[in-house]
C-alpha cells in the first residue's frame, strides 16, 4: 500500500522531472534540513521498511510459483527473501538515526 | 504441496495418495491471464529495487553535498532514466491493480449493507491523488 500510494509521486519527481529538468530540484541544503526533520526521518523509513517487506513477501510466493519450488527448497528462499529485507531495514533505520 | 491425507481415506483405501496434477513448467505462458498475473505479481521487483534507490539516495545525502551530487548525476544518465521510466509504469500498474484487488480483501459493512467495490477503489484513488499532491508541494516548494 505505502508503495502503491508513494512511490510514483517520488519516482515522477525525483526520478524523471528533476533530471529531465522538467521541474527544479530541491538545493542540497535544503533538502538535507527537510530529511533530518524527525518527521521526514519517520516518512523515510515507513517509505523503505514495508516496500521492502512487501517485495519480500511478494517475490518469494511468486518464485514459488514461476520455478515450481518444491518444499525442500522453499525454506533458504524466503530466508534470502526476508533476510535482505530485514537487513535493508537495518541499513535504512541506522542511515536515517544517524544523518546530522 | 502440504495436503494432508486424513485417517479415514488412508484406512479406506490404504496408503492413498492424493493426485498431484502435474503443472507444466512454462505455465504462466500459456494464455493471458496467467501471463498478466505474473507480471503484476513482477512489479514488486522495481519496488524494492526503487526502496534500495532511496536508502542509497539518503545515505549520498549523509555523506555530503559532493557523494549528493554524484548521485544525482547519475540519476541523469540515460540507463537510469530509462529504468525510472519503465520503474514508474510497473509501480502505475502496481497501484492501479492493487486498488482493484482491494475490496475483495477488504469488506466494510455497515450492518447488513456493504460498501460498494467501487466507492471503495475511488476513495483509494482519491487518497493517492491528494498523497501525491502534499509530497509533490513538499519538494517542490522548497
Known sequence: ?100 | MGFEVSDVTRSRFGATRLYHRPMPFWWWLQNRAYFNFIVRELTCVFVGVFAVLTLLQIRALADGPDAYAEFISRLRTPGFILFNTVGLAALLLHAVTWFKAVPTTMAIRFGETRVPDQMIVGLHYVGWMVVSAVVACILLLR
Open chain 1, 1 to 100: 500500500m505505502v508503495s502503491a500510494l508513494l512511490f510514483p509521486v517520488h519516482i515522477l519527481l525525483i526520478g524523471l522531472a528533476f533530471p529531465l529538468g522538467w521541474l527544479d530540484a530541491p538545493d542540497y541544503e535544503s533538502l538535507r534540513s527537510l530529511v533530518i526533520h524527525p518527521i521526514t526521518r519517520l516518512y523515510l523509513f515507513v517509505f523503505i521498511f514495508f516496500p521492502l517487506f512487501h517485495w519480500a513477501h511478494r517475490f518469494r510466493y511468486t518464485i514459488y510459483d514461476l520455478l515450481q519450488v518444491k518444499h525442500g527448497a522453499q525454506q533458504p528462499i524466503a530466508l534470502l527473501c526476508y533476510g535482505a529485507a530485514l537487513l535493508g531495514t537495518i541499513i535504512a533505520a541506522y542511515s536515517l538515526l544517524t544523518i546530522a
